[in-house]
């Protein structure tokens, strides 16, 4: 499913999720390449929150674990790398 609006914390935040994504050396832009057109979707193992799979706009592959909103709004917790 594609969501079509993305829910981000404020840039100063140190505790929320555009700063966390940051720590994982990701990119805002990244995020919304996946949740916006996702390869594919499960659930964390660790957190049972709906997680997606895609790709960036350069050819990466990333998870996004994240939080729905409602049928149309997410909010990403956190993203990584997906080693092939």
Known sequence: M?????VS????DSNGNVQHIRRRRLTREEIEDVLINPDGEEFSHSSNQPIAFGHTRHGELIAVVFEQIDED??????AFRVED
């Open 9 to 12: 914390d404020l840039e100063g």
């Open 2 to 6: 594609a969501f079509l609006q993305i």
């Open 73 to 78: 709004t997410v909010y990403p917790i956190t």
